[in-house]
């Protein structure tokens, strides 16, 4: 019989699922050793935990592998944990960016993960070949092996309180690894709420100290040859269900000249498939006007240009620079122009020499650069990586607390028992320039812009700001510190916000661990009443409660527009008409609970004094007191497209199967391809 070889990039499922692409990194060990050693052995691949345990509960691998992030690495080590307690010979393989990079961090690691036998580096094709190839020299007895002291490629292990491990070398041309897509590894997951990933390079050329790809190791791009690149959309485009987004894994996409040809095949694809609607890519922070080229191109992608931080001594103790405002406005503005896409920023509260005055400039030259989706994030500390280490730790007095990893926690039944598991995550909630209550700040201005600026949400009321030289941010700002215009609700959605920002936090990874898996204490997590992404969860609250939220930043408009001595009956009159219009284009239940009155289904009809057709075709951009009313009113119906309703159907069913719903929904899809379409009614 054939030994048995497993490979598994798991995702946890109880809570929806936590990490919903399809197992990429994971696919190209399966593809590259399928391709070596040809059907010498029987390899599989998973995803889905109840999947691997079905296959387990009737036998045991020889291999049994795992992918290492921060989102699984708890779930694959207490299902290799269980296998060798149930057979001692089962040889555990672990590999994956979530390990340290100091000698002493690795055996302390290890050592604290006593059932993982070898841990692979870096790129984990070579390393994981190499390790079978020694293992069948050795008849399969891992113990053996280490006990000679077997050097092998990209791979350590701990034998005798010492560290082994081989040379770490990366792939000097990526295109011996076979692909997943085109030799069927990957069929399986065209059938599972999973959305499909494509790899194009490897490698990063930036250092930034808080990303597992800054090291120098990694910074040489590799590419895949285009015909291969080509052929792989095509194979998904074709066997696509009921999926409508594509994500590109690359790090840095757009900043080459042979992203252009691939651009070109996704909208070839577009064309011709219908698919995919939306792309998320990550664009690289040099290279703008051939960003701008590949957004002319295809449609659907939320281009961007990632700041992290606008603030010089932040980006400098992380060793990053950003690209030049006046590039960076260049490539806003014409994001914005392109109906089917959208912009984004990244900003990230709590990096060294970070403080509250900063995070705010930051946010402020995203919402005034126009950006319409800001992206904002709380500092990690990434295992492996220098911000993490012990010498940035000092020197920012990074002050850290241990929590859950929102979505990546559950009872999972492994051999005929049931057995919690969580995953446990290290946050920056402080540091020598920035305090606890500064912090708690930032993160309920980020709630703030997060329910009223991005993705569009209220676009028609920023337009007109700008067009008369009001800035957004000085709106958001007055929202935050007027809670007295908050209605019952939204201010028991913000205390709940707060709340869950300052509990739910431990001291150390053990303590985080010792309370989350208690009796009965995991399933609060499970069912959602702990451990949420509070800033998802709650912006997905704030949007259920659309009336409350359109009243609050109307009002607040109003109030700014006072402020600035521009008020006019005529504004007054516009605004009137401005906000009917927009909770009947807006108002509309994504959660599955909706009225008859804001379903997909439903048409509204609606009279307006202003000519709201051509005020959309300008983008709302324009200043009140240049237009005049109607001398008729205008009759306009409010409804879904077919294919509106297919689009929300697909992201409905695809966010519902994910940990964070209708939060991470509201970020991820283009609420411009949601919201209804209008027309007069004739």
Known sequence: MKKAIWISDLTHTAQGIGANGFPLGASYIYAYAKKIFGNEFDFKLFKFPAHLEEDLRNTSPTIFSFSNYSWNLELGYKFASLAKQRDPNVITVFGGPNFPTDKNEK??????KPNIDFYIELEGELGFVDLLEKLSENNFNAEQLKKHGKKIVNTCYVYDNQLIGGKVERIKDINIIPSPYLTGALDRNFQLPLIPMIETTRGCPFTCTFCADGLGIKSKINRYEFNRTRDELQYIAKKINKIDELIVTDLNFGMYKQDLETAKEIAKIQKDYKYPISVDAPAGKNMPKRIINIASIMKGWSMGGVIQSSDPSVLKAIRRSNISVSAYKELIDYGNTQKSNRTYTEI??????????????????????????????????LTGTEMASKEDREKYGLMTKFRTLPGNVGNYNILDKEHPVAEVEEIVVGSNTLSMDDYIECRIMNLIIKTFYNNNIFNEIHSMQRAMGISSFD?????????ELYTDKIKEIIKSFVTETKEDLFDSREKANEYVLGPGVINKYINGELGTNEL??????LFNEFQDITD??????????????????????????????????????????????????????????????????????????????????????????DKQKKHITNQQKLYSNHALGLGRMLQQTNLNLIFRTFERNQ
């Open 107 to 112: 055996i302390e690691f290890l050592k604290k």
């Open 348 to 381: 990230i509260l709590g990096l060294p020499n970070d403080t509250k005055e900063k995070h705010f400039k930051s946010l402020r030259l995203g919402v005034e650069k126009n950006v319409n989706n800001l992206r904002m994030h709380q500092a990690m500390l």
């Open 475 to 483: 709106c958001l700002l007055y929202i935050k510190e007027h809670e």
């Open 536 to 541: 998802f969860l709650h912006s997905a609250l």
């Open 552 to 641: 609050l930043i109307f009002s607040s408009v109003k109030e700014i527009i006072k402020q600035k001595g521009l008020f006019t009956q005529t504004i007054d009159n516009y605004l009137s008409d401005l906000k009917r219009f927009t909770l009947m284009r807006k108002s509309i239940s994504l959660n599955g609970e909706s009225k008859p009155s804001n379903n997909t289904n439903s048409i509204i009809h609606g009279e307006f004094k202003y000519d709201f057709e051509s005020i959309h075709k300008s983008d709302y951009f324009l200043d009140p007191n240049s237009i005049s009313k109607l001398k008729t009113p205008i009759k306009l119906k409010f409804f879904h497209t």
